[in-house]
């Protein structure tokens, strides 16, 4: 990524004009195991993906530290030795009446934590200076020199509601959302969730609601570094003097970048002068960026869903959805959506071997941005109509490894066709299911660059069967994948900000145990023969 100059910025600018888009999975035993006292709500199988994955149980069994009542009274019982020393208490067992009474506090305690629907799910936001967001919205038309910003961060980031589509969309949740918008989606989401605490010292996990990608988004082109960084140190000089930070060094906390992690890694020693440092920076490295890619090697960011342009409010509204791409006719094989990449050497790029393949073959549907109307790939009903009309739907890298076509074509029910694993395997690996072969088909890039294999071939081979059981899987996964109207209050399904929230608790309750923060997994370690050793 060490590129640097007018080259890089011409890569990085050709990002803002690729819609994108795939999505991923869901749970309903968590979904029972803290189901809020709201009805089920009718038809909730139809969407929600009923098999448990392994991977996610073990998370969510993570995910229950003992509740702090229960941390108190359990320490009362194990004092160190010198502070007995100084009350003189005698180090032999407590007499039987005390004994009695810790153990009714212990049960007491117990059934507080079962009571309590949100034991162990606290989450803490740590409120910012407008500096750090609302000023940011407010300056709106400093965002972006190509796009309006303002009114994409309309509607708490969902962007202008989509209303004359020609009946390719449902009246009603569908939204003309940027990719860059996350962060304010999901401060806005936050703002709903049912397990909010003004105590620090009870949350799981603190939430920091920095627009990092809006603030690095304004200035990566014509900026010196040092304006780059400029509010991300303030930001972590603020964060380190708050009583929340002291806790555990700021390990508890997260905040969520809603651009690629690359942006937030500006490797000076290479000269370099795209992005910023804010991952880089000590505090930084003790929080976990919730990124819409994650660095191969980087276990401090985890990649979750870009945002699709459905924010259903309601469990209704994604099962209809849901029966529209059941039911769509797919008159292609495959599909591609997109634009080619400029540069890329003389031996072409993986992007632009898949561009031809999908052009030679009568059974690819090509939508090559900027040819004309027809072929306008910002318009979203132009795009979902176009992923709604394959039954696979390719996801090359382009100026990095991740999509969000990759979201849009899964929300189309379209199988996604993956070329390297950084595209969705690693990334999204609290979204995605692990087994991978079961919603998606992985084609090793490099042989598709070099000529050897023909993705129709690949294809081609599997049968109808085989095809409909994927992309029943890819249904599945649609309510997972998808950011839930951020305005409204519990819409009956889990979406991709509660299954996050889930995923940032279990780990935040691994990191305060002394553990990585992921599991060693040979699912994923397989993978790495792909990125380069760093
Ligand atoms: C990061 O966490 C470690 C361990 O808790 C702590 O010692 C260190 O001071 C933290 N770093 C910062 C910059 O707060
Ligand atoms: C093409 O790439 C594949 C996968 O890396 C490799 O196995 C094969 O040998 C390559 N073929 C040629 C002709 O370079």
């Given at each position: 990524m060490a590129s640097g100059g007018a080259a890089a910025a011409a890569l990085r600018a050709a990002r803002w004009l690729l819609p994108l888009a795939v999505p991923a999975c869901c749970v309903v035993w968590m979904l029972l195991a803290f189901?809020?006292?709201t009805p089920p709500v009718l038809g909730n199988e139809d969407i929600v993906h009923a098999s448990p994955r392994p991977p996610e149980r073990e998370l969510i069994v993570d995910a229950?530290?003992?509740?702090p009542k229960l941390e108190k009274i359990t320490g009362a019982s194990s004092q160190p030795p010198n502070r007995q020393a100084r009350i003189g208490?005698?180090?032999?067992?407590?007499?039987p009446q005390v004994a009695r009474r810790q153990e009714r506090q212990r049960r007491a305690a117990r059934r507080a934590a079962v009571a309590d629907r949100c034991a162990g799910r606290y989450i803490y936001v740590q409120e910012l200076p407008r500096r750090f967001n609302a000023d940011l919205l407010r300056d709106?038309?400093?965002?972006s020199e190509w796009t309006d910003m303002c009114k994409h961060v309309a509607n708490a980031g969902m962007g202008p509601r989509l209303t004359r589509t020609g009946g390719v969309?449902?009246?009603?949740?569908?939204y003309d959302t940027n990719q860059f918008t996350l962060e304010v989606v999901f401060h806005n989401r936050m703002r709903q969730y049912g397990c909010l605490t003004a105590d620090a010292s009870r949350a799981a996990a603190v939430y920091v609601p920095y627009y990092a990608g809006l603030d690095v988004g304004r200035h990566?082109?014509?900026?010196s570094n040092s304006v780059r960084d400029a509010l991300a140190e303030d930001l972590v000089g603020w964060l380190r003097s708050t009583p929340a930070w002291a806790a555990h060094g700021g390990r508890d906390h997260f905040l969520v970048g809603g651009r690629i992690a690359w942006d937030f890694?500006?490797?000076?020693?290479?000269g370099g002068e795209w992005g910023s440092r804010l991952l880089l920076l000590p505090e930084a490295r003790n929080m976990t960026a919730l990124v819409l890619e994650s660095g191969p090697?980087?276990?401090?960011d985890v990649g979750v869903p870009y945002p699709t342009y459905f924010h259903p409010s309601r469990a209704a509204e994604v099962a209809s959805w849901q029966r529209t791409v059941r039911r769509a006719r797919r008159p292609w094989l495959f599909a591609f959506a997109g634009a080619r990449r400029p540069g890329?050497?003389?031996?072409?790029?993986l992007r632009d071997a898949v561009i031809d393949q999908c052009a030679r073959s009568r059974r690819c549907g090509l939508l090559q941005c900027g040819r004309g109307r027809r072929n306008d790939c910002y318009a979203p009903s132009n795009v979902m109509r176009h992923l709604r009309s394959a039954a696979f739907c390719l996801q090359p890298p382009g100026d990095?490894?991740?999509?969000?076509s990759a979201f849009d074509a899964m929300l189309a029910g379209c199988v996604p066709v993956f070329?390297?694993?950084?595209?969705?395997y690693t990334q999204y690996r609290w979204h995605?299911?692990?087994?991978h072969a079961g919603y998606s088909v992985f084609v090793p890039g490099e042989s598709v660059r070099n000529g050897t294999v023909r993705v129709e071939d690949v294809l081609r081979r599997f049968g109808r069967a085989e095809v409909a059981a994927m992309r029943e899987r890819v249904v599945r996964m649609i309510p997972g994948i998808v950011y839930r109207?951020?305005?409204?209050?519990?819409?009956?399904f889990r979406d991709a900000f509660d299954i996050a929230v889930d995923g940032m608790i279990a780990r935040v309750g691994r990191i305060k145990r002394g553990?990585?923060?992921?599991?060693?997994?040979h699912d994923q370690r397989?993978?790495?023969?792909?990125f380069d050793s760093q």
């Open positions: 189901a809020p006292p229950s530290p003992p509740p208490t005698p180090p032999s067992p407590p007499p709106c038309r400093s965002l969309l449902p009246p009603t949740g569908w990566l082109w014509g900026f890694r500006r490797q000076d020693d290479g090697w980087h276990a401090g890329g050497g003389g031996g072409g790029t990095s490894y991740t999509r969000r070329f390297h694993p950084g595209s969705a995605l299911p692990v087994d109207d951020p305005r409204t209050p519990a819409g009956g553990l990585p923060p992921w599991e060693d997994n397989r993978w790495n023969g792909y």
